[in-house]
C-alpha cells in the first residue's frame, strides 16, 4: 500500500531556515500537502501542490517537489518559534479518491 | 460558517462502553471522514463517506461504525469501548473540483478508555 515517510524531530535556531523532508512510495500521487499541528490542536493545512508542479511558493513557505524521486520538502524561511509545531506530510491519489495518507509526522523545535 | 465541529473535546470511558462522537459541517462538502492519532503512528483512516447515504472503510475500521443520513453530519460510534482505542480523533470534510480543492479538520475529540 501507500507510505509516507518523514523525519521524526528537527531543531533550527529562530531566524535560520528548516527544511522537511518526506517520501512517498504511490506513483499515482496526485495531490501532496503540508499539515501543520500546534499541541492541542486539530490540523492546519499550510499548502499543498499538485503532482505536476516541481516548486510552489507562498510567503515563508516553499514546497519543492521531485516527482522521479518521490520526494518531498517544505522549506520555512526566517523560522520563528511561532513555527514550532508538528508538520505532517500528505498524499492523495486525487480525483476519484478524496483519501489522504499521512507520514508520521515531523516535530520542529524552534531554538530562540 | 463555523467548518467542521466536533463535540464533545474530551471523553473518558469505560471498557465496554459505548458512545457517539460527533462531527458536523456546514460547508455542505460531500466528502467526510474520521482518522485517529496515536503517537509515533500519524494519522490513520478509520471510515469515510462520499455523500449522504455511503460509507466505506478505511485503514482501521475494526470497533467502529458510521453513518450519513445527512450531508452535514457524520457521527462516529464505538460499540464497545477497548484501551486500544484510546486515542485523539479527528474528522474532516472535503471537495475537489478541477484544480481546486477544499480540506478542513475539526480540532478533535480526546478519548481515554480505561
Known amino acids: 500500500g501507500e507510505d509516507v515517510e518523514q523525519s521524526l524531530f528537527l531543531s533550527v535556531r529562530e531566524g535560520d531556515s528548516s527544511v522537511i523532508n518526506c517520501t512517498y512510495t504511490d506513483s499515482s500521487s496526485t495531490y501532496l500537502y503540508w499539515y501543520k499541528q500546534e499541541p492541542g490542536a486539530g490540523l492546519q493545512l499550510l499548502t499543498y501542490i499538485f503532482s505536476n508542479m516541481d516548486m510552489k511558493q507562498d510567503q515563508r513557505l516553499t514546497v519543492l517537489l521531485n516527482k522521479k524521486d518521490k520526494h518531498l520538502s517544505l522549506r520555512i524561511a526566517d523560522t520563528q518559534t511561532g513555527d514550532s509545531a508538528i508538520y505532517f506530510c500528505a498524499e492523495s491519489p486525487g480525483a476519484g479518491s478524496y483519501q489522504l495518507t499521512f507520514g508520521k509526522g515531523t516535530k520542529l523545535s524552534v531554538i530562540p | 460558517n463555523a467548518g467542521v465541529t466536533q463535540t464533545p473535546k474530551f471523553q473518558v470511558l469505560k471498557t465496554g462502553q459505548s458512545m457517539t462522537l460527533q462531527c458536523a459541517q456546514d460547508m455542505n462538502h460531500e466528502y467526510m471522514s474520521w482518522y485517529r492519532q496515536d503517537p509515533g503512528m500519524g494519522l490513520r483512516l478509520i471510515h469515510y463517506?462520499?455523500?449522504?447515504?455511503?460509507?466505506d472503510q478505511g485503514e482501521v475500521p475494526n470497533g467502529y461504525n458510521v453513518s450519513r443520513s445527512t450531508t452535514e453530519d457524520f457521527p462516529l460510534r464505538l460499540l464497545s469501548a477497548a484501551p486500544s482505542q484510546t486515542s485523539v480523533y479527528f474528522c474532516?470534510?472535503?471537495?475537489?473540483?478541477?484544480?481546486?480543492?477544499?480540506?478542513?479538520f475539526g480540532s478533535g475529540t480526546r478519548l481515554t478508555v480505561v
Open positions: 474532516a470534510s472535503s471537495w475537489i473540483a478541477g484544480d481546486s480543492y477544499g480540506y478542513t
Open positions: 463517506s462520499v455523500g449522504a447515504g455511503i460509507t
